[in-house]
Structures are given as structure tokens and as C-alpha cells.
């Protein structure tokens, strides 16, 4: 299995902060690497697919980047409804696996 | 929009097995473009994908779960369904079902709330 590793677990910011995620991978992935916000008691939401696209929805804040093993979630100017924990995942091959998550705290 | 709904008991007994289904509303489960999958999370966890089921039946599992699951589908109720044979303390978690495309395999772009599933006698 492909091994996904994010940094930092947690991360504290304010509200107007710029911040970045990262995701790297055990193996090259090209640019099969997802990214999704989660809400205390909700359900995963996509963000960014295949590297860099932005999902449908998304606010344009969200960017990401990066290719291989190294991969990129950054924030622009957080906003409240940013505070969350974010997931990073390959889509490279099966089975399918997601990073351990970081947490974006106030 | 379509809408994912997980239903099922949320107390299963050790050695039992787990059942969930899934309920597809606002499209259907028979189109050719997503394949229809569930992914699972420990409380204060990360996520683990269990597997995915396309509308002709055909299936792929993650390989560390592989030998206990079996997901399959009813086009006639637009559901489609987990069963998770052999379940200890370590299959509670809140199970998901989601929408995976199929032009961007395994990105998992609409999801359902999520049902808890204790394991315990």
C-alpha cells in the first residue's frame, strides 16, 4: 500500500492567515492526490482533485499543488468555516489510501 | 444533487456480521459514470477506503479487508449495500458511503452523513 504522511498533525492559525499542507507520498504518484476538509461530525468534503483542480463549489482560497511525492494544500486567507481537519489522498492505485489528517485550530 | 444515505444497525455483537446499505436519491445508481464505495473511520481517526462497486456488479476491495467484505448492488432500489463478516471491537467506526468517479477513479466527490457501528456484545 502507498503510505501517505501529512505535516504538521496540527496547526494553529488565525482567521485571515495564510497556510499550507502538506502530503507526501511513500511512492511517486504523478498527480493522483485528492484533498478533503472535514467539519466535527460531518462527512468528508472534496476540495481538490488530481493535484491541483479545484472541485465545483470550492472557494478559490483553496489551492493545490504538487507533483511525485510532494504535495501542497494551501489556505489564503482563512476564514472561519476553514477551521477543520484536512485529509490528503492517493488515487494513484488500490486500495486507495488517505494521510493521517491535520487538524486546523484556531 | 444526488444524496447518499446510510442505514443499518448500529450495534453489532462480535463474530457477527456487520450489514449497511446505502440509499442513492437525486440520480441513479446505474449510470456509467461512478462507482459507488465505502470508506470508514475510527472515532478520532483517519479514513480507511473498504471498497467500491460499479453498476454491473463488479467489485474491488482493499486487500487488508478483502477476505470479510462483500458490497453489491440493487439498481431496482438504487442501493447498494456492505456486509462485513467476522467483526471485532476493532470494525467500530462511522461508516460512509460515497460517490467515486469514474473519469477520476477513487475521488470520492459526494458522500453520505455517515452512520456509527459499535462492535460490542
Known amino acids: 500500500d502507498i503510505q501517505m504522511t501529512q505535516s504538521p498533525s496540527s496547526l494553529s492559525a488565525s482567521v485571515g492567515d495564510r497556510v499550507t499542507i502538506t502530503c507526501r507520498a511513500s511512492q511517486t504518484i504523478s498527480v493522483y492526490l485528492n484533498w478533503y476538509q472535514q467539519q466535527p461530525g460531518k462527512a468528508p468534503k472534496l476540495l481538490i482533485h488530481v493535484a491541483t483542480g479545484l472541485q465545483s463549489g470550492v472557494p478559490s482560497r483553496f489551492r493545490g499543488s504538487g507533483s511525485g511525492t510532494d504535495f501542497t494544500l494551501t489556505i489564503s486567507s482563512l476564514q472561519p468555516e476553514d477551521f477543520a481537519t484536512y485529509y490528503c489522498q492517493q488515487t494513484y492505485s488500490r486500495p486507495y489510501t488517505f494521510g493521517q489528517g491535520t487538524k486546523l485550530e484556531i | 444533487q444526488v444524496q447518499l444515505q446510510e442505514s443499518g444497525p448500529g450495534l453489532v455483537k462480535p463474530s457477527q456480521t456487520l450489514s449497511l446499505t446505502c440509499t442513492v436519491s437525486g440520480g441513479s445508481i446505474s449510470t456509467d459514470s461512478y462507482y459507488w464505495s465505502w470508506i470508514r473511520q475510527p472515532a478520532g481517526k483517519g479514513l480507511e477506503w473498504i471498497g467500491r462497486i460499479y453498476t454491473s456488479g463488479s467489485t474491488d476491495y482493499n486487500p487488508s479487508l478483502k477476505s470479510r467484505v462483500t458490497i453489491s448492488v440493487d439498481t431496482s432500489k438504487n442501493q447498494f449495500s456492505l456486509k462485513l463478516s467476522s467483526v471485532t471491537a476493532a470494525d467500530t467506526a462511522v461508516y460512509y458511503c460515497?460517490?467515486?468517479?469514474?473519469?477520476?477513479?477513487?475521488?470520492?466527490?459526494?458522500w453520505g452523513q455517515g452512520t456509527l457501528v459499535t462492535v460490542s456484545s
Open positions: 460515497a460517490r467515486d468517479q469514474v473519469a477520476l477513479t477513487g475521488t470520492l466527490d459526494s
